[in-house]
């Protein structure tokens, strides 16, 4: 099936491992999705869902105990721990191919192993990556041939170029004590079996786009990072693409497909990807990013036409919901949706909702996968082989105090300290507890394939190959007010404060020094028709110096943890802040 003797030999030793009824090379095309739909249907993987609402649209829903990405048994398998990092689980590879092989050992039997041959990136373009991926998993199939480009093409590329990432998946018996995933960063390989779960099971995902590529990316000289990439068009006509970094369910998704608010006519927000961007050097000196994902694996609860009408009208046919809830008619529900919640919704495990009893009827971490093409905001750039000039890189996260609602970095080295520094709290798109605040450097905890130390280090050694780098900001939309309230109202009003960060990378305003960076000066954020005072913008855009005195032993505290591998700037980083808030005291 392929003139690649590597792929043709690792297929044929994960066959004799697996030991699968058949063996099916997926071509990506429509006959063959169909056909694998109509076989999860007959099984009862899939259920259809109403075709006069919602054509082409499916519901799957997944083991009770495999609903979300399980980082405790995520494992990166470099030959030294310390290229791992604390910020990994780490097995030696020898130790992590000696645990998982017996794992495999048979678990196919009965079942059809598909070769997924992928790409992650535009056709054409020289930084996408391709991959292949063997599961026995068919959501797994129909999964990734939204999420990026699958077949016959893919294949084409890995015969041309001859690299690409090796991902071996199986369901297994989704036992949790028989789950666990493992990268090889220096093999180019992923091992995954016992969940079906998108992060878990879609190998070019999380698992190749970021926890792979990010090691790649080191060894190569670029980035691959945790970001949406959107492009403000401004009623000039003028287009500045800015690339954000989020914690998962923190808002990026929303703010990647925002719509412009009342008042704002004449500007338009163009979606580039809504979570994971590649950026590489030009040979004009400016990063220029791609998103390798075709798709969006969004979360579902809270998403509406209030918080993102562009994803909703990107929903609604030729997508697939998982661990939602649905009504009488099959329609998808989920907690946040539009609407009077309807009576008699059958939750996301089949049974009759009773809050009291259930719970959520949709779990937390539901979610649809949809091609990005149906997105209304698409950009006309979003398959472009060269990527789009990034000018703005946005950190953020959820965070009731300490942070404003943004600040300017500095300097490229203060923009790098304010990304390893990111907190957020804990969403139910990782297992464990939710709202516990934790350090997400540039939102790549569960990500990074190798020490945050070195990462770190790879980010400032950029500021010596150019002097074109993007400006580097934070935000945090999620401060509240003693009465906990939130102060910034959000969503699409968030526009006004893209457009402050536009207006400071074209040096069209100025803003106010303070010890952690440049904030809003109180007359150059946009607040017409908001009902804000200067009282509540005070205390969003507000530095406590006691607060962040604390703030800053918390991040030295931190970045302790990595040892000596930890770049000098970012202690002198945390000097400076230091000094200058406890003056203030």
């Given at each position: 099936?392929?003139?690649?003797?590597?792929?043709?030999?690792?297929?044929?030793?994960?066959?004799?491992?697996?030991?699968?009824?058949?063996?099916?090379?997926?071509?990506?095309?429509?006959?063959?999705?169909?056909?694998?739909?109509?076989?999860?249907?007959?099984?009862?993987?899939?259920?259809?869902?109403?075709?006069?609402?919602?054509?082409?649209?499916?519901?799957?829903?997944?083991?009770?105990?495999?609903?979300?990405?399980?980082?405790?048994?995520?494992?990166?398998?470099?030959?030294?721990?310390?290229?791992?990092?604390?910020?990994?689980?780490?097995?030696?590879?020898?130790?992590?191919?000696?645990?998982?092989?017996?794992?495999?050992?048979?678990?196919?039997?009965?079942?059809?192993?598909?070769?997924?041959?992928?790409?992650?990136?535009?056709?054409?373009?020289?930084?996408?990556?391709?991959?292949?991926?063997?599961?026995?998993?068919?959501y797994v199939v129909v999964n990734m041939r939204i999420m990026a480009r699958i077949g016959e093409r893919a294949l084409h590329h890995i015969e041309d170029c001859k690299s690409f990432v090796k991902g071996l998946h199986s369901l297994g018996d989704l036992s949790p004590d028989r789950r666990c995933i493992m990268h090889f960063p220096e093999e180019l390989l992923i091992k995954s079996?016992?969940?079906?779960?998108g992060g878990n099971a879609l190998l070019g995902k999380k698992c190749h786009a970021l926890r792979i590529a990010s090691s790649q990316a080191r060894t190569e000289g670029w980035l691959a990072e945790h970001m949406l990439i959107l492009g403000l068009e401004s009623p000039a006509g003028e287009i500045t693409y800015v690339a954000a970094a989020f914690p998962s369910a923190c808002g990026k998704t929303n703010l990647a497909m925002l719509v412009p608010p009342e008042g704002y006519e004449g500007w338009k927000i163009w979606t580039v990807g809504d979570d994971i961007a590649w950026m590489h050097l030009g040979s004009d000196g400016r990063l220029w990013a791609i998103n390798p994902e075709a798709g969006f694996f969004g979360v579902a609860p809270?998403?509406?036409?209030?918080?993102?009408?562009?994803?909703?009208?990107?929903?609604?046919?030729?997508?697939?919901?998982?661990?939602?809830?649905?009504?009488?008619?099959m329609q998808p529900w989920w907690e946040g949706i539009d609407g009077e919640k309807p009576t008699n919704l059958i939750d996301w495990q089949a049974r009759k909702h009773d809050p009291e009893i259930t719970g959520k009827a949709a779990h937390p971490n539901s979610r649809f996968t949809v091609s990005a093409n149906q997105c209304p905001s698409f950009s006309p750039e979003g398959d472009a082989a060269s990527g789009v000039p990034i000018s703005a890189i946005i950190f953020g996260g959820r965070r009731a105090s300490v942070s404003p609602l943004v600040f300017e970095a500095m300097d490229w080295e203060h923009g790098v300290f304010?990304?390893?520094?990111?907190?957020?709290?804990?969403?139910?798109?990782?297992?464990?507890?939710?709202?516990?605040?934790?350090?997400?450097?540039?939102?790549?905890?569960?990500?990074?394939?190798?020490?945050?130390?070195?990462?770190?280090?790879?980010?400032?050694?950029?500021?010596?190959?150019?002097?074109?780098?993007?400006?580097?900001?934070?935000?945090?939309?999620?401060?509240?007010?003693?009465?906990?309230?939130?102060?910034?109202?959000?969503?699409g009003e968030n526009m006004r404060v893209l457009e402050w960060i536009v207006n400071r990378c074209e040096g069209s305003v100025e803003a106010d020094e303070t010890p952690i960076g440049y904030v809003p000066k109180p007359d150059s954020l946009n607040l017409a028709g908001l009902d804000i005072g200067p009282a509540t913008m005070r205390s969003l855009l507000g530095i406590t110096p006691s607060v962040w005195v604390n703030e800053i032993n918390e991040i030295e505290e931190y970045f302790n943890t990595f040892g000596k591998k930890v770049p000098d700037v970012l202690y002198a980083q945390i000097k400076r802040v230091r000094q200058a808030v406890s003056a203030e005291i």
């Open positions: 099936m392929t003139s690649n003797q590597d792929l043709s030999e690792w297929v044929t030793q994960v066959a004799a491992l697996t030991q699968p009824e058949s063996i099916h090379w997926c071509d990506g095309s429509e006959e063959e999705n169909s056909a694998l739909k109509e076989l999860m249907l007959s099984t009862g993987d899939l259920l259809r869902l109403n075709e006069e609402t919602h054509p082409n649209c499916f519901l799957h829903r997944s083991d009770p105990k495999d609903v979300a990405r399980v980082e405790h048994l995520t494992f990166v398998c470099a030959e030294l721990e310390d290229d791992a990092g604390p910020n990994n689980n780490w097995m030696s590879p020898d130790d992590g191919h000696a645990k998982i092989d017996p794992l495999f050992a048979g678990s196919m039997k009965g079942r059809v192993m598909y070769v997924i041959p992928y790409l992650m990136g535009p056709y054409g373009s020289p930084f996408s990556r391709a991959g292949v991926e063997i599961t026995d998993s068919p079996i016992g969940s079906g779960y809270g998403t509406s036409l209030k918080t993102n009408p562009n994803c909703m009208n990107t929903l609604g046919r030729n997508a697939i919901y998982t661990n939602v809830a649905v009504t009488e008619d304010a990304g390893a520094s990111m907190a957020s709290e804990t969403t139910a798109a990782a297992s464990g507890q939710i709202g516990q605040v934790r350090r997400d450097p540039m939102a790549m905890k569960p990500f990074c394939g190798y020490n945050f130390a070195d990462y770190w280090a790879h980010w400032l050694s950029f500021s010596k190959k150019s002097d074109k780098l993007p400006k580097v900001f934070h935000v945090n939309w999620f401060r509240k007010a003693e009465d906990g309230e939130f102060l910034w109202p959000g969503f």
